[in-house]
């Protein structure tokens, strides 16, 4: 595989074409905040926390560092003021889902966020997806998918699969950065599984 150079935060990188910025910035030590992204999963580009400043012959856009490919010339900025505005406001969103997420509340230290600044709508899952594509491109079951769209999507478990494969597994539990997933797996196990990996009649 061909290697293309770049220039990230002013360093001089090395980086595997097809790969992406996150990758690249990664492997350089350079640390770039994710929400969504998992190293065993397909890429997503879902929370866009990895937003970040590219250049190339002189024009600069905001990308999203884990879907955006590595470039011959790029020069990458991940810190300038305008990139840690875009990151505050998108933690502030977040926080309105799910403010006592610690993940969150570190990042949100971290980044100036306001935990209040958007009206509250704890709905605590904030749609990373990190659950539903685990289970699906890594477990291939299927146990857990999105419902509904927009403001009305939600997670949800498919009982008839869960009863017999998630009491066995919980892989996807860690990887939640709030703690609805649990929420919603003890839920649905109340409702429909007899609590002996069976499902109700
Ligand atoms: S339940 Fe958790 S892991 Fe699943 S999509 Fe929502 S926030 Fe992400
Ligand atoms: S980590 Fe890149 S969009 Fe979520």
Redesign the pocket.
């Known amino acids: 595989m061909s290697q293309v150079r770049m220039q990230i935060d002013g360093k001089e990188v090395e980086a595997a074409e097809g790969t992406t910025l996150l990758e690249a910035a990664e492997r350089a030590g350079i640390s770039i905040p994710t929400l969504c992204h998992h190293e065993a999963l397909e890429p997503f580009g879902g929370c866009r926390l990895c937003m970040v400043e590219v250049e190339s012959r002189g024009w600069a856009k905001h990308v999203v560092a884990c879907v955006y490919p590595v470039e011959e010339g790029l020069i990458v900025r991940t810190r300038t003021e305008k990139v840690e505005r875009i990151r505050k406001t998108i933690l502030e969103l977040q926080l309105a889902h799910a403010p006592h997420s610690p993940q969150l509340q570190e990042l949100a230290a971290e980044y100036g966020a306001i935990a209040d600044r958007f009206e509250s709508d704890a709905s605590f899952?904030?749609?990373?997806?990190?659950?539903?594509r685990y289970c699906a491109e890594v477990k291939q079951l299927d146990a857990v998918g999105f419902i509904d769209r927009g403001v009305n999507k939600e997670?949800s478990f498919l009982p008839e699969i869960a009863a017999k494969e998630c009491n066995g597994c919980k892989e996807?539990f860690p990887?939640?950065?709030?703690s609805?997933?649990q929420a919603?797996f003890v839920l649905v196990e109340a409702l429909t599984f007899r609590g002996n990996g069976q499902s109700a009649e």
């Open positions: 899952c904030i749609h990373c997806g990190l659950c539903v997670i996807c990887l939640c950065p709030t609805y997933l919603a």
